[in-house]
């Protein structure tokens, strides 16, 4: 196009012998910095001089100093030029699994409260690495870990499914069962899975894997007594308010009592079930330096084997 003026782009030793020199303020110095010859800085700053059409150092046997063109070229050039370093080292970093960000998803604030501490042990082995703790159901949960939108979820077991990998027990807590307040085995100290036959509990949704439903909603007492299958509930809060509303029971761990305590239930250790436990789970696919030491964080934290 007619009257269109081409800037030449400057090429990286350019702009690093340009930025250098302003700092340095003598080319020996300077090339000593960049692993060069002070010849070849000196004509890398002709060549620039001689593209921009004026001098951009005033040079005597005493001193290097820039001149008011210098010393605007270096500073809108810097800034622009730290931008690219920062940015190429931390796609770097990235790469090499050394900064970046760790997603967890968990659900509830015991999960919560406990995670926080991981992740602040978790920034300590791994510097320049964040942890983004995202509360979701688990149903939820199981689907961004597939998914690849977050790497790692802190779940109640069993859940054992192909593409999932579960980490060692974390947490182990006294299994309980969620009462109606008014429900006769409420007035009891507690409860045996025998006591359970005839007793509706809340019924899990489909997507729910197998492994966990069969676990936590059993269909029949150890003695082979038929346990009801009452209501769905889809959520913590849809399954105890099930139970307040005196239509159904469900086991869970004992952290309910404290964090979701409720006048219209009543929780009762269920003295001959196993415990609840809990752990982090990884895609079999997305095994990553980062969250190996998440896991390692949440091991010596809890001081949990393996």
Do not use: C
């Not at 689907?143 to 802190?154: I, N």
């Not at 997507?207 to 009801?228: H, L």
């Not at 299958?229 to 029971?249: F, M, W, Y």
């Amino acid at each position: 196009m007619v009257g269109e003026r081409r800037y030449g782009v400057l090429e990286r030793y350019e702009i690093e012998a340009f930025l250098t020199l302003t700092e340095e303020l003598h080319f020996g110095r300077t090339a000593e910095r960049l692993h060069v010859s002070t010849a070849r800085i000196s004509q890398t700053v002709r060549k620039l001089e001689r593209r921009f059409g004026a001098p951009l150092f005033v040079r005597t046997s005493r001193r290097v100093e820039p001149t008011a063109l210098g010393v605007q070229l270096a500073e809108e050039l810097r800034p622009a030029w730290e931008a690219v370093g920062a940015a190429v080292r931390r796609v770097t970093d990235a790469g090499h699994g050394r900064t970046g960000m760790l997603r967890v998803a968990f659900a509830g604030p015991a999960a919560g409260q406990l995670l926080v501490g991981v992740a602040e042990r978790f920034r300590d082995r791994l510097p320049g690495w964040e942890a983004a703790l995202r509360e979701a159901e688990l149903v939820d949960r199981i689907s961004l870990l597939r998914a690849g939108e977050v790497d790692l979820v802190f779940a109640e077991y069993p859940l054992r499914e192909p593409d999932l990998v579960p980490g060692p027990v974390l947490v182990s807590e006294p299994r309980m069962i969620a009462l109606p307040a008014g429900h006769p085995l409420a007035r009891q100290d507690a409860v045996t899975l025998e006591e359970l036959a005839g007793i509706p509990l809340v019924r899990l949704p489909a997507a729910v894997p197998e492994s966990f439903r069969a676990d936590r909603v059993p269909t029949r007492t150890p003695a082979g007594r038929p346990i009801p299958s009452g209501p769905e509930g889809g959520t913590l809060n849809e399954i105890l308010t099930l139970v307040g509303a005196g239509r159904a029971a469900f086991p869970l761990g004992a952290q309910a009592r404290r964090y979701h305590p409720r006048p219209d239930i009543a929780y009762r250790p269920l003295t001959d079930a196993p415990p609840v436990q809990w752990g982090l789970l990884h895609h079999r696919d997305r095994a990553t330096p980062a969250t190996e030491a998440f896991h390692r964080a949440a091991r010596e934290l809890l001081g949990a084997d393996g």
